[in-house]
């Protein structure tokens, strides 16, 4: 199976190299992947032209996000499946013109969310489906690690991600935010921010987000969500640190590697894994609007939420 990496990322390229059966080929036209490229053993092009024309079976998008709404238009139009990091876009427009486009070609795509590819999550999900905690009523997440582009964008999609696999995709009605930027240093790009999300259903999710270490330091720089209901509640912890169960597997085991490995096998399968872009323009949808708020201090009403 050919699979494209666009814009070198080398943690992806390292382990899709290491699947059985996966050649990878790396389209990286600014040239700055080739030696490492080389050194991994996998193929290197110069051109978007020249990966497109090689027809992969999928592809994975991880370059600059002003660029992610051609490549993914360009993907669908050869036939790959996608797999695309957060954010899909800057504009909720071109987000969901990039699932419009893959819905066209008859080919999915999915965010790469890698705590949502977990079977701890799936395990989480479905007791809580089953009402092992009866009805849902808040849900308390958190991510804190160090990150590049405000907290807003590095980490709150990911968690927003987990809520919306467990709410069905259900629509933000609303959403309050504060943030600030005293780690950054620099303004607007949040290090810290808290935000309130309520969901026509009565739930109530409230995320922290952050550059510093997680509160839980088993977590390590993974998502980490408590699930509450009115008969009971459930923790999940993306990369927890403890031993037996699902914590003894997962701590062996790199996130981002379980993804790609479910990922590839439900191209194989063709089937579907993991967030698709519908949940990637809703987490965009939230982040634009706890942005505002934050701007603004005021609550903002989303359309559509009900």
């Known amino acids: ?8 990322a080398e943690d992806y390229v390292r382990s899709l190299a290491g699947m059985p059966g996966v050649e990878v080929v790396v389209a990286d036209p600014d040239g700055q992947g080739r030696a490492a490229a080389d050194r991994l053993g996998v193929a290197h092009v110069d051109s978007w032209d020249a990966v497109f024309a090689l027809r992969p079976r999928a592809v994975v998008v991880t370059g600059e996000v002003a660029r992610r709404r051609d490549l993914v238009e360009r993907a669908a139009a050869v036939g790959a499946q996608v797999l695309c990091e957060h954010p899909l876009a800057v504009e909720e427009a071109d987000a969901q013109a990039m699932v419009d486009a893959c819905a066209a070609a008859g080919v999915r795509l999915t965010v790469a969310s890698p705590a949502c590819f977990s079977p701890a999550f799936s395990d989480v999900r479905q007791g ?19 990150g590049r582009d405000g907290a807003l964008d590095d980490h709150a999609p990911y968690v927003l991600d987990l809520v919306d696999a467990v709410l069905g ?14 780690v950054s240093g620099q303004p607007g790009v949040e290090s810290a921010a808290f935000v309130s999300v309520r969901y026509p259903s009565g739930v109530v999710a409230a995320l922290d987000c952050g550059w510093g270490p997680s509160v839980n330091q088993r977590a390590g720089d993974t998502p980490e969500v408590t699930f509450v209901g009115d008969q009971g509640s459930v923790e999940f912890t993306a990369n927890p640190r403890l031993l037996g169960g699902f914590d003894r597997w997962e701590a062996k085991t790199d996130p981002r590697s379980v993804m790609l490995t479910e990922f590839v ?37 989303l359309c559509g939420g009900r």
């Open 128 to 146: 809580i489906a089953d009402s092992g905690v009866g009805e849902l009523m808040t849900i308390h997440g958190a991510f804190n690690s160090p």
């Open 169 to 182: 995709g259900e629509q933000a009605e609303q959403v309050y935010a504060q943030v600030n930027s005293i």
């Open 265 to 301: 096998a439900a191209v194989a399968d063709g089937r579907a894994v993991g967030p698709d872009g519908a949940a990637g323009v809703r987490a965009l949808r939230v982040v634009r609007a706890a942005r505002e708020s934050a701007r603004t201090g005021h609550p903002v009403d």
């Open 1 to 8: 199976m050919k699979i494209a990496v666009l814009s070198f």
